[in-house]
């Protein structure tokens, strides 16, 4: 059970850091549009900031999918699973965190040799900025390992205790709801 407790609080971390490295790539794009606007106003050139931006959004995206999901940030279609309940939801909840987790495994597993194949070849970007494309892509990796291992994470809760992890924060909740 205390190995149970360590992992338990070893995933929230990951989920949660990688949230937090996903407002910072925010910022990082607030950054890059504040240092791009002081260099046309100066007359200078920055030279591949909106490839940079770009990275950047696709980083901050990728990162927050497993925090969003534990937050209860994703669009979740919860109708079907509030008018049935006991067992038919339990068995609604298993089979949708089943099929999420594994296209998130396929997605990863091909994303994984995605990047693999853009190091082997060393592509570089097209834009000025003449990146590796290997390192802005390895973040799709982790983001989409992440949210792979959190639906598995949730999939192995309800099949234990019957219930997923996801909150809902009131602050979420739209108007429509």
């Known amino acids: 059970m ?4 360590g992992l338990r609080s070893i995933l929230d971390f990951l989920y949660l850091a990688a949230g937090v490295l996903a407002a910072l790539c925010l910022v990082a794009i607030l950054l890059l549009i504040i240092a791009q606007m002081v260099a046309r106003w100066t007359g200078e050139i920055f030279p591949g900031a909106a ?4 990275y950047f959004m696709a980083a901050a995206s990728f990162l927050a999918f497993a925090d969003a999901l534990n937050r209860g940030a994703h669009i979740r279609v919860s109708i079907l699973l509030n008018a049935v309940s006991g067992r038919m939801r339990r068995l609604l909840e298993i089979w ?4 999420g987790a594994a296209i998130a495994w396929y997605f990863t597993w091909y994303a994984y040799w995605f990047v693999y194949w ?3 070849f060393n592509e570089l970007s097209q834009a000025q900025d003449a990146t590796p494309l290997w390192i802005p892509q390895s973040v799709m990796v982790i983001g989409s390992g992440l949210l792979a291992v959190s639906l598995t994470d949730h999939l192995v809760h309800v099949l234990v205790t019957g219930s997923h992890r ?3 924060e009131i602050v979420d909740q739209g108007f429509g709801e």
């Open 118 to 120: 853009s190091w082997k």
């Open 2 to 5: 205390k190995a149970a407790r």
């Open 96 to 99: 949708c965190f089943g099929l």
């Open 166 to 168: 996801i909150r809902r």
């Open 51 to 54: 490839s940079y931006a770009g």
